[in-house]
């Protein structure tokens, strides 16, 4: 059981789609993150939101834009996406310096 | 010089045999650490933290070397069920979370 949830699991689209990852928290946070985990590499930060105010970007191709409408929902919005952005889309959220907690993930594959 | 390294194994232990891992760190600002446990195709999962020397829950023990600027996880009596892989992270602060690459662990019967 977790307190944050992620849809869709799996995901696959071409590279000319446009979607849209969900993710939810419930557990009052105020920091909210999106990682992506490629195979044999360590998860990678993409976007951090404090108090939804969007605090790094960490060199992210802007075919991958966030949203963050409200301390308890995150969005990464997908367009124009290449075969090697497949991998785990990983939401967490935390508050403070403590423990992040994680969605369970967007399976992504790039057609 | 990477932020967090880990060993990335395997390890392949017997059950009920000790197996340690270690983990270094760069910044010596790190305020906090995490070990996490992540399964095949799963999201990780807190494990234990660490915010001062040590920390002990069960089996598992972490130590925190602040000087030499690394943490380790020892996992006492290895069971089927400890095999995953293991995330090392360094908090450097509200907004900064650092991942290791991971450690896997088998343990085999």
């Known amino acids: 059981e977790t307190g944050v949830t992620q849809t869709p699991r799996h995901l696959v689209m071409g590279m000319t789609n446009k979607k849209s990852l969900k993710c939810e928290q419930h557990?009052?946070?105020?920091?909210m993150y999106w990682y992506k985990q490629s195979a044999k590499k360590p998860l990678e930060l993409m976007f951090v939101?404090?108090?939804?105010?969007?605090?790094e970007n960490n060199s992210v191709p802007s075919r991958f834009s966030p949203e963050c409408p409200n301390s308890s929902h995150l969005f990464l919005h997908l367009h124009t996406l290449q075969p090697e952005d497949s991998a785990l889309y990983l939401c967490?959220?935390?508050?403070?310096?403590?423990?992040?907690?994680f969605g369970q993930g967007t399976r992504l594959t790039v057609v | 010089r990477k932020e967090v390294e880990q060993d990335p194994g395997p390890f392949n232990v017997p059950e009920g045999a000790t197996v340690a891992f270690n983990c270094t760190y760069s910044?010596?600002?790190?305020?906090?650490f995490f070990w996490y446990r992540q399964d095949c195709r799963k999201e990780p999962k807190l494990l234990m933290s660490v915010y001062s020397s040590g920390n002990e829950d069960g089996r598992f023990t972490a130590q925190l070397n602040r000087a030499s600027q690394y943490i380790s996880l020892l996992i006492r009596d290895s069971k089927l069920s400890d095999s995953a892989t293991y995330l090392c992270?360094?908090?450097?602060?509200?907004?900064?979370?650092?991942f290791g690459t991971g450690t896997r662990l088998q343990v085999f019967p």
């Open positions: 939101y404090s108090l939804e105010e969007r605090v």
């Open positions: 557990l009052g946070h105020n920091a």
């Open positions: 967490a959220s935390r508050s403070g310096n403590t423990e992040a907690f």
């Open positions: 992270v360094v908090n450097l602060g509200t907004d900064k979370l650092i």
């Open positions: 910044n010596s600002a790190s305020q906090s």
